[in-house]
């Protein structure tokens, strides 16, 4: 019984993002009465999003997303799940390119930097996981969460004294 109402369940789900991808691309591709008017909301679009990100379906959140920046470019919070997304894919330098335009947008952002961090690491990109991380540190000397993870990186890619500073620079935050 149970597996009855989950595949049922499932089935619905699957035939409702049928639909709502139908009608999203049926809005984008010039078939609704105005071109420059969505036929979704944000609010919904981003609902939709979250939806299938927690279902790993990243290919239709990736063509979602660009269909939808593509008229709405401003849009930071369906550029951010699209860069999750493209990190999920393994698309480090995509997910990168994205989260950097939201850093454009809100240079502040220690966890847009932070996301930016793993992408470069991800991507064996230490360097400019260094580079990046050393400007949040410039920010904020206080960052001790950027600074373990600069020192971290440091350690890995055998930069032992340069890591070793950054673990003495922790010391008086972390206990004090």
Same mark, same amino acid.
């Given at each position: ?44 679009? @981003? +609902?939709?999003? /979250?939806? $299938? ?11 979602? *997303?660009? %269909?939808? =920046? ?56 230490? @360097? +400019?996981?260094? /580079?990046? $991380? ?11 969460? *950027?600074? %373990?993870? =600069? ?26």
């Amino acid at each position: 019984m149970q597996n009855l109402v989950f595949i049922s369940f499932t089935i619905f789900v699957t035939v409702g993002l049928i639909y709502f991808v139908y009608k999203f691309m049926l809005g984008l591709n010039g078939s609704a009465a105005d071109e420059d008017e969505l036929q979704i909301t944000e609010s919904d679009l @981003l +609902e939709q999003l /979250n939806i $299938l990100f927690r279902e790993k379906k990243y290919y239709i959140i990736e063509n979602l *997303a660009k %269909k939808y =920046l593509e008229k709405k470019f401003a849009n930071d919070e369906v550029r951010l799940i699209l860069s999750r997304s493209l990190f999920e894919s393994g698309k480090f330098y995509e997910a990168i390119e994205h989260a950097r335009i939201i850093s454009r947008h809100k240079p502040d952002d220690f966890e847009i930097k932070n996301f930016i961090v793993n992408c470069y690491l991800n991507a064996s990109k230490p @360097l +400019e996981a260094i /580079n990046l $991380l050393k400007e949040i540190v410039e920010q904020d000397d206080t960052n001790s969460v *950027a600074i %373990k993870e =600069l020192a971290q990186v440091y350690l890995d890619t055998n930069q032992k004294i340069s890591a070793r500073k950054m673990y003495k620079r922790l010391e008086p935050l972390v206990f004090s």
